[in-house]
């Protein structure tokens, strides 16, 4: 079935440093990449999306590349700040534009002062 | 009306009870999602909505479980003779293009 793998499960950076969380999924058909960050007890919360006719998408420090040939996409971070710690899912749809979304398990990130 | 909002946010019931949360979508959006989460994983697929049509339901969902949408706005979870395993935060989304999560009903089973 559909799947969304997500790596590292875990992430600890130094303020003001990069940091790269890729996922791979497994449906060549899929054409819509989110990613979405949850602060502890809240929502997850749309940061930035990229579609299937795009290989890189930026948003000031947050930039999104896709590789649909090998079908593996990357949330970077630039410049991490304090607030940028939380998990972060990355999710994949399935079934055309009308389809559901599928998530990766998850990364926590941590951003030290 | 400028969010997902879920009823209730918590709830705890004992186990074999039946519990029933509800979902208001943004209200020009015409496809609803309920997704399930515990804790340190993704939020899980359960089933979605376009419109009031059910189109999808996860392969993985007991038939102790289902959902409505009858007017096309807000949508209702049942889930009945509710387990231990069932203790999770229920989320529903709604999208018109992009997807925007609720705040989630918590539900402990004890």
């Known amino acids: 079935g559909e799947n969304v793998e997500q790596h590292p499960s875990t992430l600890s950076v130094q303020e003001g440093d990069s940091a790269v969380i890729k996922c791979t999924y497994s449906?060549?058909?899929?054409?819509?990449f989110p990613w979405y960050k949850q602060e502890l007890g809240k929502r997850p919360q749309l940061i930035i999306d990229?579609?299937?006719?795009?290989g890189e998408k930026k948003d000031q420090r947050i930039a999104v590349t896709l590789n649909k040939t090998a079908k593996h996409f990357s949330l970077h971070i630039t410049e991490t700040q304090p607030e940028d710690s939380a998990v972060y899912f990355c999710a994949a749809r399935y079934g055309g534009s009308q389809g559901n979304l599928i998530f990766g398990k998850g990364t926590k990130l941590s951003v030290k002062p | 009306d400028t969010g997902v909002s879920q009823n209730p946010r918590h709830k705890i019931t004992k186990r074999g009870q039946n519990v029933t949360f509800r979902c208001d979508p943004i209200?020009?959006?015409?496809?609803l999602y309920w997704y399930r989460q515990t804790l340190g994983q993704g939020p899980e697929f359960l089933t979605y909505?376009?419109?009031?049509?059910?189109?999808?339901k996860s392969r993985l969902l007991s038939d102790r479980f289902s959902a409505e949408r009858p007017k096309g706005s807000f949508s209702t979870l049942e889930i009945q003779r509710t387990e231990q395993g069932d203790s999770a935060m229920y989320l529903c989304a709604s999208s018109g293009g992009d997807l925007y999560f609720g705040p989630g009903t918590r539900l402990t089973v004890t």
């Open positions: 990229i579609r299937s006719n795009v």
């Open positions: 909505f376009q419109n009031e049509a059910q189109l999808e």
């Open positions: 209200s020009e959006h015409n496809r």
């Open positions: 449906d060549s058909a899929s054409n819509y």
